[in-house]
């Protein structure tokens, strides 16, 4: 990976918020803490239960990671409720 790609990814990120696109209402920005549902078991916690990120990152693949407590999931195990 580049240093301009993680140049322009800094631009428009940052640890405390995400760029989410709604059918409604378009691109938003949801800052941090916001909820979470769990769509696939992962660790302790189980389908259905509804945690908090408190921070967003992006990993050297350049995934989303949501930090739940002190521990960083991949994105794709939860849905963001809105």
Not at 8 to 30: A, E, P
Not at 32 to 55: A, H, N, R, W
Request: charged share 20%; aromatic share 12%; net charge negative.
């Amino acid at each position: 990976m580049s240093d301009k790609l993680i140049e322009d990814i800094n631009k428009y990120t940052n640890s405390d918020s995400l760029l989410v696109h709604t059918q409604t209402k378009g691109l938003i920005r949801l800052y941090c803490p916001f909820t979470v549902k769990v769509i696939q078991s992962v660790d302790s916690y189980m389908v259905g239960e509804e945690l908090e990120v408190v921070k967003v990152k992006v990993s050297p693949d350049l995934d989303l990671v949501y930090v739940i407590g002190n521990t960083g999931y991949y994105h794709y195990y939860f849905s963001i409720q809105i």
